[in-house]
């Protein structure tokens, strides 16, 4: 069976297009930081794990609201005792030297949002004490209702 030229060069650009479109797809949704899939549940839960991934050292040592660096914290959250700080919310060890993710910081607002808080002082030139600082000033700021919504 042969081919007419007009029906090969159809297919020839469906083709190319079929290509281009799944290339242009695989560009749209790579995920070349290889964060977790639960990353990806808000773009501000993305943006706080590329900040830990690429800023590990910046979260160290920084005060978590959420109580997960104390014993009875991490048993009411159902996690480990978080204590390197911050960070901890987001990896279990050196996420860059075959740590793992931890999806704490995912489903925990004040972990995530404490983060992005961080990354935006650094980025105005705050030392970490600075850092620390702000934090426990707006930590103490907060207020927390004993009400439950569903």
């Not at 083709?15 to 995920?31: I, Q, V």
């Not at 935006?120 to 000033?137: A, M």
């Amino acid at each position: 069976m042969e081919i007419s030229k007009n029906k090969l060069m159809r297919l020839k650009k469906t083709e190319f297009l079929r290509k281009r479109f799944f290339y242009l797809f695989d560009a749209a949704y790579a995920n070349p930081m290889g964060l977790p899939d639960y990353a990806f549940a808000k773009l501000d839960i993305r943006e706080a794990y590329e900040f830990a991934k690429t800023n590990s050292t910046d979260l160290e040592g920084l005060p978590c609201s959420c109580g997960c660096g104390t014993p009875e914290g991490a048993k009411a959250h159902g996690s480990r005792v978080h204590t390197r700080g911050l960070i901890d919310c987001f990896t279990e060890g050196d996420i860059n030297l075959a740590g793992k993710w931890d999806s704490h910081a995912s489903e925990c607002g004040l972990c995530y949002e404490d983060a992005l808080y961080a990354k935006n002082l650094y980025l105005e030139g705050n030392s970490k004490q600075e850092v620390i600082d702000n934090i426990l000033e707006m930590q103490s700021k907060r207020k927390f209702s004993k009400e439950v919504v569903y």
